[in-house]
C-alpha cells in the first residue's frame, strides 16, 4: 500500500523577518497517530508549528495537508484544509466570553463536536460559559483553546506545549483528554518540552536542533534511545 | 416667561436640540472611526470626505436623477461604502502592518483629492438642498417649537448608533470583529476571512458617515468643506470616548454635541473651545478616554 500520511512536511525553511530560523524541516503525521517534537527551547519547534499554519513572515519548501499545498495558500483558507490549531499563548480572546470563544471558529467539517460533548470533556467550561475570556485561569484558557478548534472539527490538532505552566492536574486532564481524542482517530502533531508527558501520547518523535530535524524514531524504540534522547533534550 | 439660570427656558430647549442634533452627527461619524481605527490600526482622516461625499450623492441624485430624499438614504451610503471598499482594496491594504502614520498620511491625502475634486466641479458655495416634505414643519410642544426634521435626524441616527452597538455586542459577526480587534493573525489562522472583513469594516464605517452626510444635507449646505470642519470635533470625541470602544463614542458624542450647545447658550464665544477643553481635561484625567480599556 502507498505510504500517504495526512500532513506531509517536506524541507520547510521559514524566517521571522530577516531571521532565518528553519533550515529545512521534513516530517510526516500518519493518519490517526500523534507525532511528537522534542527538543531544547529555541531550536524551531514553534516555528515548525508556526509555518505549517501559515504564521511565518516568510516560508520555503512543500507543506501538504492531504495533498494540497499549503505554502502561498492565503492564510485563511489554511483551517478548511482540516487543521485545527492551538497556539502556545492559547491565543483567547479576552474580550469575547467563553461561549463566543467557542462559537467563533467557523465549521471546517461536519467532524465539528457538539457543545454537550465539548463540555463534558471539560466540565470547567461549561460552568464558565458566561465569564469574559480573560478572566480564566491558565488551566482554563488552555482547555478553552483545545474545545474551540474541536468546535471546528479538524482532522489534524496542532498542540504547542498544551501543558506549559499548568499544575499536574490540569496536566493530567489535559492528557486524558487528548488520548480519549486519540482513541477517537484524532491525528495529532504535538510539541511539548514535558517530555513525560509526550511519551505517554505519542506513537513516533522527530528531535530538533538548530532549526533542523536531527533524529526521528517510533515510541517503542524509545527506550533504547533514552540516552539520546535526554542528553539531546536534556530531561 | 420660564427661565433657567437666567436663559429663557424656550431658548435653552431649542439649543438642546440643536446640541443633540450636531451630537447625533458627532455619533454616527465618530462611531465608525472608532469601529476602523479598532480593527484596521488606522486613523482615517478620509472620514470627513466620505461624510461630505455622501451629502454629494445625496444632493447630484435628487437634482439630476430626481431621487427622493428617503431613497438618497439608502442609496448615498451605499456609494460611499463601494468608494471605500475600493479604497481600502487598492490603496490601504498595502500600508498594513506599516506605521499607523503611513495610513494617515494616505487617508489625509485621498480627503483633500476629494476634496479639491468637489471644488473644482462645484466651487465652495454650498448647495441648498430640501428638507423632505413630510418632515417639513414643527411641533408646538408648548415650552418649545420642535422642528421635526431635526427630531427625525436624531431619533434615526441613534437608531442606527444603537443597531450598531447591537450588532458589535451580540452577534457573531460582532464577535469575530471584536476577535479580530484583538488578534486578527491567529482569527485567520482559524479560517475567517480577515481580509474581507477589514473591506467590509472600512466600508460599513464609510456608509455611517455617508448617511451622516445624506443626514445633514437639508440642513446644513452642501458643501466640499463641510466634512473638512466637522472631523477635527469628531477626532476630539473619539479621543474623549477612549479610541476603540463603540459606546464612548455614542455617549461622548451626545454629550459634546449638548455640552456645545449649552456653551453657546450660556458663554457663546466658548462654544468653539468646548470639544477641545473636554478633551485636554479627560486626557488630563483619563488618558485612556472616558470608557477607554487598558491594552
Redesign the interface.
Known sequence: MRYDPLLWVENLQGWYGESHILHGVSLSVPRAQTIAILGRNGVGKTSTLRGI???LSRATGSVRMNGTELIGM???????TGIG?V?EER?I????SVQ?NL????R?SDRGMSLERIFDLFPNLKERRRAAGGTLSGGEQQMLSIAR?LR?GPELLVLDEPTEGLSPVIVQHIGRVLNALKKDGLTMLLVEQNFHFARHLADHFYLMEEGRVVDDFAARDLDARLDTVSSLIGV | MTMIFGVPLVALASQLVIGLFNGAFYALLSLGLGVIFGLLRVVNFTHGAFYTVGAFAAFLLTSYAGFSFWACLVIAPLIVAALAAVLERSLLRKLYGLDALYGLLLTFGIALLIEGLLQFYFGVAGQPYQVPALLSGTSNLGFMFLPHYRAFAIAVSLLLCLLTWLIIEYT?LG??L??A???S???????????LLLTCTYAFGGALAGFAGVIAAPVFQVSPLMGANLIIVVFAVVIIGGLGSITGAIVSGLMLGTLEALAKVYWPPSANLVPFLIMAVVLFLRPRGLFG?GE
Do not use: Q
Open positions: 499554519v501559515g504564521l492565503p492564510r485563511h483558507r489554511i483551517a478548511y490549531y497556539p491565543g480572546y479576552g474580550s469575547l463566543e462559537d467563533l471558529l467557523p471546517i478548534v471546528a | 457573531s464577535a469575530k471584536r476577535a480587534t484583538e488578534n493573525r491567529l482569527l485567520e489562522v482559524f479560517g475567517v476571512n480577515v481580509p480599556k
